[in-house]
């Protein structure tokens, strides 16, 4: 597929107008007067071409990465973002863009047979979708078949045992959990109101490896109109990948990581809004981050330690406590993962180290 026919809109009716119409499902988490209907198969949407499990993009969709992506249970992702024609998204210098109303988010999750080895395939669980209808963003989850040949709606949840060989050829499983819709609102909150997370311009602010070769996804964004108000490339802000050293400091690497797996939550907008603490990327006040902090609540979750940080003491930080502990009251995130991100924590320890 071409970069022009990548970027090209179809002339297809916008699937956002058929979410009203086509035939749906009662959903148990939702008083009956609000039920929402989605097609019950995601080949519906008309989001992929051919055999959807090869999520090769339809024309209009586009496909996107994070420089730093978050953590769940080690599953690899594949992001699309579907606009409506003729809209664009409005740049934001902080947080997510902001998209036009008929957004879709598209994200699968997926577990390679082998990392050393993709050409043996991958076990795709599920490909969520986030809707930006009327009355603000919906999350909608579909779940792949054993087969691989379609993805189901499902709303109520679920968990299903996965298992993969890593990159030194051991053989990983883990009880992959697959979030209820109503779930998804635990993370993607922001004042009370359900909004994406990823795609912001510091973290799009990287090349991508399209058909027609390597570019910049701000730069190829802006240049085929999908981008109002886009500064100049230097004013765009930017977080390094966080397992690459050559992209950042300890402690941009390190901020990047705790940004997209915690600062969704750990914001002065977001669900742990009361803790005080704000792990965001932007944010400058050594107390908000955590130094020398006392929480707010010294409960389990504590473990009997002072202080959110401790400069130079990573064993005596109740940050690095929870992200390291897989205890369902103690660990950090609460949701999204079972498994503890090995190397994610071990880039926290260096760095509370190093203070």
Not at 114 to 127: F, H, I, N
Not at 217 to 226: A, C, F, V
Request: with cysteine.
């Amino acid at each position: 597929m071409t970069k022009m026919r990548l970027l090209k809109f179809s002339a297809a009716i916008f699937i956002c107008l058929a979410l009203f119409t086509s035939t749906g499902f009662y959903s148990p988490f939702q008083e009956e007067s609000k039920l929402q209907k989605y097609p019950m198969k995601l080949s519906e949407y008309a989001l992929f071409t051919g055999n959807a499990a090869e999520q090769i993009p339809a024309e209009g969709v586009i496909p996107y990465e994070l420089n730093t992506p978050l953590f769940t249970d080690y599953a690899e992702k594949l992001r699309f973002i579907k606009l409506p024609e003729g809209e664009r998204a409005e740049y934001r210098n902080k947080g997510v863009l902001s998209f036009p109303e008929c957004t879709i988010i598209i994200k699968s999750f997926y577990y390679p047979v082998d990392k050393r080895s993709p050409e043996k395939g991958r076990r795709l669980m599920e490909t969520r979708l986030l809707i930006h209808e009327a009355e603000g963003w919906k999350a909608v989850p579909y779940h792949w078949n054993e087969e691989q040949t379609e993805a189901y709606l499902e709303v109520a949840g679920g968990m299903k045992e996965v298992s993969w060989k890593d990159e030194r050829g051991k053989k990983q499983k883990v009880n992959y959990v697959f979030p209820n819709m109503n779930q998804c609102k635990g993370c993607h909150s922001n004042d009370g109101e359900m909004t994406p997370i990823g795609p912001s311009a510091k973290q799009l602010n990287g090349e991508f490896s399209y058909e027609a070769g390597a570019e910049n996804q701000r730069q190829l964004w802006d240049q085929h109109k999908l981008l109002a108000g886009m500064p100049e490339m230097g004013d765009i802000p930017i977080v390094p990948v966080w397992n690459e050293p050559a992209s950042g400091s300890l402690d941009q690497r390190a901020r990047a990581w705790l940004d997209i797996n915690c600062a969704h939550c750990h914001n002065p907008k977001g669900p742990a809004s009361t803790t005080g603490l704000f792990l965001e990327y932007e944010e400058t006040d050594q107390t908000a981050l955590g130094l020398m902090k006392t929480p707010v609540a010294a409960g389990r979750g504590s473990g009997g330690l002072m202080h959110d940080i401790e400069p130079g003491k990573p064993d005596q930080s109740i940050l690095y406590y929870r992200i390291n502990s897989e205890d369902p009251g103690v660990m950090m995130p609460e949701l999204g993962r079972k498994l503890i991100h090995k190397e994610g924590v071990s880039l926290i320890k260096e760095w509370i180290g190093s203070m």
